[in-house]
């Protein structure tokens, strides 16, 4: 199975300098953790693997399916940044109602939104309003409407924002008994958190990679002067010191 950005480039005005160009990539297998600064081109570049938004030229493939089609969609699961709640719905019934969105019959979906909200440790909260959870309970909400049906990647945009530590650890783990069945794209800013737990990291700057390989490769640029315990940090912030005094 493979995800690629063929050549895409992207703007959100047509008179605007692209986020992306001619941006080629391929994601890898188990969990990818995709890094870069604010405007860096990180939700612009899951929106366009979610089919949310299209290249201006280029294309999105899995396996050759182009983003366009509806199987691509069902295959594809992609949590946004911002979750909003519906305040008609249950944090049950929204899990299915995403779970219908993608094709599901609504038994299966109901059914399966169970057991979404049990992965992620919200079965109490299954019949509360979706209005009514908090910040970290509906980003959990968000999750769950992207385990429920059978995707085969994942995107994730900041996934763990609002997330105390235990929840932090509950999604971690969650992580880690997807990756052998499903690629997961995830950005986030918490480098300490999850960079150092990945199979590989992607870095961008400026809609171009920096980095991207396995995980201990990315660990070669920490500078030997590191304190102990953040060395995923100084990696990352030696790759952008080092492109932007290229520039």
């Known amino acids: 199975m493979t995800l690629e950005w063929n050549s895409c480039t992207y703007a959100y005005r047509r008179w605007r300098t692209p986020v992306l160009r001619d941006f080629s990539y391929q994601l890898p297998d188990g969990l990818t953790i995709l890094l870069g600064p604010n405007g860096a ?20 493939t899995l396996d050759g399916m182009p983003s366009l089609v509806k199987p691509y969609r069902r295959a594809v699961a992609w949590m946004p940044q911002n979750i909003v709640p519906m305040p008609t719905l249950t944090a049950r019934e929204y899990v299915a109602y995403v779970g219908w969105l993608k094709g599901m019959n609504r038994r299966d979906a109901w059914d399966r939104a169970a057991s979404a909200l049990t992965r992620v440790e919200l079965t109490d909260q299954a019949d509360t309003n979706s209005s009514e959870l908090s910040g970290g309970q509906l980003r959990r909400i968000g999750v769950a409407a992207a385990l429920v049906h059978d995707a085969r990647v994942l995107l994730l945009d900041e996934p763990t924002a609002g997330m105390d530590p235990h929840q932090r650890r509950v999604f971690r783990d969650t992580l880690n008994t997807l990756t052998e069945d499903v690629r997961v794209l995830m950005s986030t800013h ?11 990291v992607t870095v961008i700057d400026n809609g171009r990679i920096l980095h991207t390989g396995t995980t ?3 660990l070669t640029h920490t500078p030997v002067d590191t304190a102990a315990g953040r060395a995923a940090e100084g990696a990352y912030t030696a790759l952008l010191t080092k492109q932007r005094k290229a520039r």
């Open 216 to 218: 201990d490769a990315f």
């Open 41 to 60: 081109g990180k939700s612009t570049l899951l929106k366009l693997a979610a089919s949310v938004a299209r290249p201006r030229t280029g294309s999105v």
């Open 190 to 200: 918490d480098v300490v958190d999850l960079a150092e737990e990945a199979d590989h």
